[in-house]
Nanobody
């Protein structure tokens, strides 16, 4: 049974940094798509950063240049978050699928990732102004 376990959330002031970690226990050490998602209260869940089976990494436009995702091994994904802003706040959830990432293009050219099979409970990030 696969379990996604996140850690590293916390509270920082605007401009601060946090590092999140996610471990997919019980997942085969093959190639996995892993990613971080955020769902602010009352809003739709959005993807933040995704690492595909070839270790290529993609970021939502809102975090490019500030967040860095790294797949430490095939079952561990970290997210270094710098220059945090209040709009970055919310529960961050790690997700994975034992397959290449599934995504489609939105009308504005942005990506929408779907078909993630395993989800964690989330870790909360709070950013105060």
């Amino acid at each position: 049974q696969v379990q996604m376990v996140e850690s590293g959330g916390g509270s920082v002031q605007t401009g601060g940094s946090l590092r999140l970690s996610c471990v997919a226990s019980g997942m085969s050490s093959g190639t996995n798509c892993m990613g971080w998602f955020r769902q602010a209260p009352g809003k739709e869940r959005v993807w933040v950063a995704v690492s595909d089976t070839d270790d290529s990494t993609y970021y939502a436009d809102s975090v490019k240049g500030r967040f860095t995702a790294s797949k430490d091994n095939t079952t561990t994904l970290s997210l270094q978050m710098d220059s945090l802003q209040p709009e970055d706040a919310g529960p961050y959830t790690c997700a994975a699928v034992f397959a290449p990432c599934s995504w489609r293009s939105n009308s504005d050219g942005s990506r929408y990732y779907y078909n993630m099979h395993y989800w964690g409970q989330g870790t909360l990030v709070t950013v105060s102004s």
